[in-house]
């Protein structure tokens, strides 16, 4: 079966330390991957999405970068990060006709 | 573009009460639409989807009826619980690359 795996699951950082959170699918092979963030009070922002290995298309201009290392490892990253990055950041991996499914999130406080 | 837009919340009930959360869309083609659920402290379920007009997604006593004449997926439920207290996101994706576009959620608290 398909699994999703995103950690850690909790993260306070200081303000310009770097970041890097992690997604790893498995059961499956060239998914669509995803991340998105929920911001506190707001609704979920798709930040990044990847069709393959390598390929990275960015929604939103912004302090974060992704990277898609291995066809099923999906990485967010910061150099320094910022308070308004806080927030909650969900993984997602998709394929056609298979519907999305979701990590079970990292919150991040940038503090 | 593709938009999808809730009613805000939160939505206070009482427990076996009626429950309607409103979502209507704009989108190009013909999206698919999604209803998700986040519980506290959780990451995002799928609760039920409709591909095509007129198509009725169900699950867990929730229902959503895709209407295209007006343009709306609206989530209901004959009788809530304590337990469907969380945050519910409209979504749709369209054709091509299954981009998911959200709400921006509703907050449903169910009291006793």
């Known amino acids: 079966s398909q699994t999703i795996h995103q950690w850690p699951a909790t993260l306070v950082q200081p303000v310009g330390s770097p970041l890097s959170l992690e997604c790893t699918v498995e059961?499956?092979?060239?998914?669509?991957l995803y991340w998105y963030r929920q911001a506190a009070g707001r609704g979920l922002q798709l930040l990044f999405y990847?069709?393959?290995?390598?390929?990275i298309s960015s929604e939103v201009p912004q302090n974060l970068s992704a990277s898609r290392p291995q066809d099923r490892q999906f990485i967010l990253s910061s150099k320094k990060l910022l308070l308004s990055d806080s927030g909650f950041y969900l993984c997602?991996?998709?394929?056609?006709?298979?519907?999305?499914?979701f990590g079970s999130g990292t919150r991040l406080t940038v503090v | 573009g593709n938009s999808v837009t809730q009613m805000e919340g939160p939505v206070t009930l009482s427990e076996e009460a009626f429950l309607t959360i409103n979502c209507t869309y704009t989108?190009?083609?013909?999206?698919?639409l999604f209803w998700y659920v986040q519980y506290p402290g959780e990451g995002l379920q799928l609760l039920l989807k409709?591909?095509?007009?007129?198509d009725k997604g169900s699950n867990k006593g929730f229902e959503a009826t895709y209407r295209k004449e007006t343009t709306s997926f609206h989530l209901e439920k004959g009788s809530v619980q304590v337990s469907d207290s969380a945050v519910y996101f409209c979504?749709?994706?369209?054709?091509?690359?299954?981009?998911?576009?959200f709400g921006t959620g509703t907050r449903l608290l169910v009291s006793p």
């Open positions: 979504a749709l994706t369209n054709t091509g690359f299954q981009k998911l576009v």
């Open positions: 990847s069709v393959g290995i390598g390929q």
């Open positions: 059961g499956t092979s060239n998914p669509n």
């Open positions: 997602a991996w998709s394929r056609a006709n298979a519907g999305y499914t």
């Open positions: 989108a190009t083609g013909y999206p698919s």
């Open positions: 409709a591909t095509k007009a007129d």
